[in-house]
């Protein structure tokens, strides 16, 4: 009986030796979740969101580390929407935004229609396999070297208005740079088809102005159209952040 009670005091004693430690450690726990509760969790917020640029050489003047700090670009180089299919199939994990101007060369080997069928099964198929990605088609720029390629632009442009306007897409209209449906002379590089160093300028702002309508960001009222383009120190087919095929 006493050997019994003696053990009762001997765990009693190792007992009251523990408590405290234990006692000091929940109140160090505790303390911890009540600090992860007031202070935001930086690593989190500071995460931009991933922005995918997809498209012909046009958008390789654009300077994807300053279109905008409100999301992270990375551009791609794809000429055709065959280049395009090919292009997002070897993406592993989807950007929070796919941006894809792509449609200015199939036009003039292709009909409209057979230019808004092919994109539209490329939209289609990156919703069913990444539904919460959100889309941006850039529609045709204008172009005065075929009066032909212009027209066969502007009836895409119509087309992919119409035909996805119950999709959840967004686009970037660029019919600021015309005047009455007529291409701005200043906006074309001498070709009459390529953008001038002003219609890069305008074509980087046209998507910026999407992608923040689409992230819900305000434009900043002092935007400056300039720095969104590249005109020295990367060359054409230049690497920016992220891959770019070569041209060819």
């Not at 027209?151 to 209209?173: P, R, Y």
């Amino acid at each position: 009986m006493k050997h019994h009670f003696n053990t009762i005091q001997d765990e009693t004693r190792s007992l009251k030796t523990q408590l405290p430690d234990a006692l000091d450690e929940l109140r160090l726990t505790k303390a911890k979740v009540d600090d992860s509760k007031t202070k935001p969790n930086l690593t989190r917020e500071s995460v931009k969101p991933t922005v995918y640029l997809v498209g012909t050489s046009n958008i390789q003047g654009i300077n994807e580390d300053k279109l905008t700090t409100a999301a992270q670009i990375t551009k791609f180089t794809a000429y055709t929407l065959d280049d395009t299919r090919k292009c997002i199939s070897k993406f592993n994990h989807p950007p929070d935004i796919m941006v894809l101007h792509v449609l200015t060369n199939d036009l003039k080997s292709k009909s409209p229609q057979d230019c808004v069928k092919e994109l539209g099964d490329i939209i289609l198929s990156m919703q069913q396999k990444w539904e919460s990605m959100k889309i941006i088609v850039s529609l045709t720029t204008p172009r005065s070297d075929s009066l032909i390629y212009n027209t066969n632009g502007q009836i895409i442009n119509a087309l992919m208005k119409q035909s996805f306007s119950e999709v959840n897409i967004m686009f970037v209209d660029h019919s600021n740079m015309a005047f009455g449906g007529d291409p701005t002379p200043e906006m074309l590089a001498e070709d009459k088809f390529h953008l001038s160093t002003k219609g890069i300028d305008q074509l980087a702002s046209n998507i910026k102005r999407t992608i923040h309508s689409t992230l819900g960001v305000p434009l900043s009222t002092r935007q400056n159209l300039s720095r969104s383009h590249i005109n020295r120190g990367r060359g054409r087919g230049s690497r920016g952040r992220g891959r770019q095929t070569t041209p060819s």
